[in-house]
């Protein structure tokens, strides 16, 4: 059974928003883990983007999303949320919601042990 499952994403026109979850496994993540979205274009590297440490309720993002985007966490409904506004072209590619067991050691750019499958966000311009 999956650890990660998202769902979301779509294809917006720059400006737009779009919003992205993330179901996982309480009994697999339950006190202390970091959990977050990576993304990766096309012809690029995976990178981090937002990640948050559950043990000390932090959250982290990279500068290019920072006040655009919102990391959000439903522990009733298990769901990890992406909130994203202001898109833009450069936001396009695959999203990966990942998590490991442990903090964030500080930052958003974590060591996943966990993958979901990835959802698609295209921004147009």
């Known amino acids: 059974q999956a650890q990660l499952v998202e769902s979301g994403g779509g294809s917006v026109q720059a400006g737009g928003s779009l919003k992205l979850a993330c179901k996982y496994s309480?009994?697999?993540?339950?006190?202390?883990?970091?959990m977050g979205w990576f993304r990766q274009a096309p012809g690029k590297e995976r990178e981090g983007v937002a990640a948050r440490d559950s043990g000390l309720r932090w959250t982290y993002y990279t500068d290019s999303v920072k006040g655009r985007f919102t990391l959000s966490q439903d522990d009733v409904q298990n769901t990890l949320y992406l909130y994203m506004d202001s898109l833009k072209p450069e936001d396009s590619g695959m999203y990966y919601c990942a998590a490991v067991n442990g903090g964030c050691d500080g930052r958003y750019s974590f060591s996943p042990e966990a993958w979901g499958q990835g959802t698609q966000v295209t921004v147009s311009s």
């Open positions: 309480p009994l697999v993540y339950r006190y202390n883990y970091c």
